[in-house]
């Protein structure tokens, strides 16, 4: 019963609580209690209220058009608060913040009023605050800027002699002059090499075909079973390499048309059958789908080389060369005509060779010596198998014999 | 034979069966004097299936050449010359009233033949060009409600003056397509005139007698269309094809204004064909590129339309497709 009557009286303050007007309470604090004289200060103003009741600081309604009010015999300024802030806290309140700028110019210890805010016909007031205004260290002796002495005109050097736009911004001045002359390289030479980017020193068809045959070999293409591939990239490199080094535009030439054109080259020293037995065996993997035993494609390969290494240029070699053809003359004495002749440029000079129009198989020309060629290819191919016991029959990764099929 | 080849086998086959080839040769060489490439282009439409255009001044031994092939191959042979008044009907036949069967009969013209001249066919107009080149296409002749399929091995050599224009009904661009070659046949030399001369007051001329039959013609075609062109060889092709319709794509600049229009579908297919058949006469089992190159001339140069440009600079076809040969990288 006691205890019933404990719940019943707690109910009943709670619920007239509630019915009641809460206290208006006023909290005020600065930022620092020291500051220096002329700097700004901060005062946090808290206000907590009911809702919907209008209040407001006396004080602030004297803010004049300046947006200042003044305290304590005009040695305080109070500016115009910068933020408003309103936060719910529950139970029907709300927290009204201020944050209000103050201003102190003289020096010394201030006691700040207590803030008084009026909401209905509540009031309240804030505690008295403590201001310590600290003065500025400034004296009379200290000079703005270090004395100099006048300058003697005698002694003079030439900076001092320079215009004050060219002695401040010299800096600027070289920039852009640099920029100027850089400029005007960059355009010359892009005007004499096409290009801004340095070139690099070109490779020699030599070179680059015996680069590119290491990465042939390295590439283990036909021992992967990649046959037709390979010999389409050994070709290719040696017809590359004949074209920078002959002047013979082998890329547009069947194999007989290379030959054809090694041959009027007249030289003895190149060894025309190399190359011959490398490209009539890259035709019969390329076309026929024959695939070659493991010692003939190491044997071409050497083959391939060897031309290369063979017609590898002495110095200026091919500069040789190329007189050779450009001197060649026809039997009959005349002047050779131009339009079977075109040229090349590479790095070792420019070169003449027979050009592409030189030869053609035609049918009307070169039946007979196309069909000997092949039948004396066929011959040697049939050389190679038959000395090899087994034909062009061998046994695939699988262990299966490989044939030359096609489909 | 079975789709998967074993191009030796196919080599050894070729070699049994084109030693007929050396017998041919040799019987034309007994008749006419050079004309070499005349010769091996009868030998290539023949071994392809095609037929041929053939462009040269009267005299150059035409006639002779495709009648003494047909002696040759023991075919029958059949000369038809074109005229302007020349109907349809006077090439593949007609349907004519029989009184005493109450009937019309049908009344074969002279397209039934295995090799047929026809002389001059720019003479003719149109409906009878028209006529020849269908039949030539489909290898067929309808005749009233009936169709008749022409005898194999059938080959049309079809001649035309270059000369002479006046008068004439040049062939549409879109039938001369349909002869797998058009070949332009030149002067003897000097010491082949004198050779020809030589065989033409001779008292006796060596009679020619059959050498391969016509059966042994077909089966060889058979073995022709079973020859391997690898897929770098149509590659080749398809690119020459195409530099004629796109010569800017190849880095043929100059060509782009000197060329009306390229070469059709047929032309890859034609110089596939012709190539194969080349291979053949090398003995070869397979195409090379050389195959290509050696026919393409006479495969393409009825197949490229010269623009006005090309003409005013008398610039011909041969000399576009000799740059395209240049240009377009060989496999």
Redesign the interface.
């Known amino acids: 019963m006691k205890i019933k009557n404990i719940i019943l009286s707690l109910a009943c303050f709670g619920s007239c609580s509630a019915a009641m007007a809460g206290p208006v309470m006023l909290n005020a604090r600065l930022d620092s209690a020291t500051m220096l004289m002329g700097n700004v200060n901060t005062l946090h103003i808290e206000v907590v209220q009911d809702k919907g009741v209008r209040g407001n600081f006396p004080l602030f309604e004297k803010f004049g058009p300046e947006g200042i009010v003044t305290l304590l015999n005009d040695t305080v300024e109070l500016r115009q608060p910068v933020k408003v802030d309103t936060v719910d806290v529950g139970s029907g309140r709300i927290q009204i913040n201020y944050e209000v700028p103050v201003q102190v110019f003289d020096s010394g210890y201030y006691k700040l009023p207590a803030f008084v805010f009026a909401a209905g016909r509540d009031t309240a007031r804030s505690k008295e605050l403590l201001l310590t205004v600290t003065p500025v260290n400034v004296t009379a002796d200290d000079p703005i800027a270090p004395y100099t002495d006048v300058s003697d005109p005698e002694n003079q050097s030439i900076f001092d002699k320079l215009p004050d736009w060219l002695y401040y911004y010299w800096w600027l001045y070289l920039l852009a002059i640099i920029l100027i002359v850089g400029g005007i390289y960059f355009w010359k030479r892009y005007r004499k090499e096409g290009t801004l980017m340095p070139k690099k020193p070109e490779k020699t068809p030599y070179q680059r075909a015996i680069d590119d045959l290491k990465r042939l070999k390295a590439r283990k293409l036909w021992e992967s079973g990649r046959e037709k591939e390979y010999y ?1 990239q050994l070709t290719e490199i040696l017809r590359t390499y004949l074209d920078g080094r002959f002047g013979i ?1 082998a ?6 048309e290379i030959m054809s054109h090694l041959a009027d080259l007249g030289d003895h020293d190149i060894p025309r059958d190399k190359m011959r037995d490398v490209l009539d065996m890259a ?1 019969f993997v ?5 695939r070659p035993l493991p010692d003939d494609n190491v044997a071409l390969f050497k083959d391939a080389v060897d031309f290369v290494e063979s017609t590898k240029p002495l110095d200026n070699s091919e500069i040789n060369v190329s007189a050779r053809i450009d001197n060649k003359v026809p039997e009959d004495g005349k002047q050779k005509d131009d339009s079977n002749v075109s040229t090349s440029a590479h790095a070792g000079g420019r070169y003449k060779g027979v050009g ?2 030189g030869r ?5 020309e ?2 007979d010596r ?2 000997a060629k ?2 004396k290819v066929g011959k040697k191919i049939n050389r190679r198998e038959s000395s090899s016991g087994n034909n062009s029959v061998k046994p695939d990764s699988n262990g299966n014999e490989r ?5 | 034979m079975s789709e998967t080849v074993n191009i030796r086998e196919l080599n050894d086959l070729i070699a049994s069966k084109s030693n007929f080839l050396t017998m041919i040769r040799t019987g034309m060489r007994h008749r006419i004097v050079g004309q070499k490439h005349l010769i091996d282009s009868l030998l290539i439409a023949l071994l392809a299936n095609g037929h041929v255009l053939l462009e040269g001044v009267p005299g150059l031994a035409k006639t002779l050449a495709i009648k003494t092939l047909a002696t040759l191959v023991d075919a029958k042979y059949n000369r038809i010359q074109f005229t302007p008044d020349l109907l349809p009907a006077d090439v593949i036949g007609t349907l004519i009233y029989s009184i005493k069967k109450e009937t019309f009969e049908v009344k074969k013209g002279p397209i039934f033949a295995n090799f047929v001249l026809a002389d001059e066919i720019n003479r003719a107009p149109a409906k009878v060009q028209s006529a020849l080149l269908e039949a030539m296409q489909e290898r067929q002749v309808t005749i009233g409600e009936e169709t008749f399929a022409l005898d194999k091995p059938f080959l049309v050599m079809a001649t035309q003056n270059p000369i002479e224009q006046e008068g004439t009904y040049p062939l549409p661009e879109a039938q001369t397509d349909r002869f797998l070659l058009k070949v332009i046949i030149g002067y003897p030399t000097k010491e082949e005139e004198k050779e020809i001369i030589r065989q033409n007051i001779a008292s006796a001329v060596e009679a020619i007698h059959a050498v391969v039959s016509r059966n042994e013609i077909t089966e060889v075609q058979k073995i022709v269309n079973m020859i391997y062109v690898d897929e770098k060889i149509e590659n080749y092709i398809v690119d020459l094809v195409f530099a004629t319709r796109e010569p800017a794509k190849y880095g043929l600049n100059d060509l782009e204004d000197l060329i009306e229009y390229g070469a059709s579908p047929r032309a890859s297919i034609s110089l596939a064909k012709a190539a194969r058949a080349y291979a053949f006469l090398q003995g070869r089992g397979y195409v090379i590129p050389e195959d290509v190159r050696a026919v393409c001339h006479d495969v393409m140069r009825h197949r490229i339309g010269l623009s006005y440009e090309a003409e005013a600079n008398n610039i011909n076809s041969d000399e576009v497709i000799t740059t395209i040969l240049d240009k377009v990288q060989v496999p």
Request: proline share 3%; aromatic share 4%; glycine share 4%.
């Open positions: 389409t535009q890329m547009e030439m069947t194999s007989g035709d390329k076309f026929a789908m024959v592409r129009r053609m198989a035609r049918l009307d070169t039946p196309i069909s092949r039948l044939k030359e099929v096609m489909k």
